[in-house]
């Protein structure tokens, strides 16, 4: 591990919406700018007083699939609700500027480029990485990030989601980071070989994949007399499984 991702934890702006001219933009800026009070998406559980916690090491692979909707404008909208502003954490800054869709698609179809590209060395390790350059990489962290040394090593801290999904890039690209499904066979997230926040093995995008496997295996031993449990097993026990957190 040759480098650290500092976890991105900003809250994403509230009440998202695309005006007429194609710009992205946020009640929590225009809010701001009338009255000087800014309101987040995200409160705090009433029970652990935490706030939620979204899992973000896959982002910069699930890019595709927003980028591919029908529906662009939706899927912007749904991205945001998610992850955030694209290009800044803090929307209401004097310096920030709204942005159009289309700066969004750009981005997101560079994104996708520079993704293909790593995975094609993944799966053909023979090849030189001829067409992704480390400058394209740092041209973007330079661009939504802020690179630090701490404790000797290089740190990168995301200034928005992009800045996050580019440090993906990166770790991927300098460090090898490789994915594998996240083990919930209905979950359709992927797990880094190592976390690049922590350097340690993930193991689930989330406790609910967890639990979910763990529900899985109690049951799979129950019936192990049985030997291995046919695929209809295996849709029943999800079933009951989805059932059961559906009653939770
Ligand atoms: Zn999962």
Redesign the pocket.
């Known amino acids: 591990m040759t480098m650290r991702l500092l976890e991105y934890t900003a809250p994403p702006p509230y009440g998202v919406k695309i005006t007429r001219n194609g710009y992205v933009n946020f009640e929590t800026r225009t809010g701001f700018l009338e009255n000087g009070c800014a309101a987040y998406q995200w409160v705090p559980d009433d029970e652990t007083g935490q706030i939620p916690i979204r899992y973000l090491y896959d982002v910069h692979r699930r890019i595709e699939d927003y980028l591919n909707r029908e529906d662009f404008r939706e899927a912007v909208l749904e991205f945001v609700e998610l992850y955030g502003c694209w290009f800044s954490a803090d929307v209401t800054s004097k310096k920030y500027n709204l942005h159009n869709v289309d700066e969004w698609r750009s981005e997101w179809e560079h994104v996708q480029r520079v993704v293909e590209v790593l995975d094609m060395y993944v799966q053909h390790p023979y090849l030189t990485s001829g067409h992704t350059s480390n400058e394209e990489i740092e041209r973007k962290l330079n661009q939504f990030t802020n690179i630090t040394i701490e404790s000797g090593r290089i740190a990168i801290r995301p200034m928005s989601i992009g800045g996050s999904v580019w440090a993906l890039i990166a770790s991927d690209y300098f460090d090898g980071v490789t994915y594998t499904p ?1 083990p ?1 066979p209905k ?1 359709p ?1 992927e797990i880094p070989s190592t976390s690049p926040t922590t350097g340690r093995r993930v193991k ?3 406790q609910s ?1 967890k639990n979910a496997v763990h529900y899985l295996a109690g049951k799979r031993k129950k019936e192990k007399k049985n030997d291995m449990p046919s695929l209809a097993e295996m849709a029943k026990a999800f079933k009951e499984f989805n059932e059961q957190e559906k009653n939770n």
């Open positions: 996240c919930n979950c997230r689930y995008c989330s994949c």
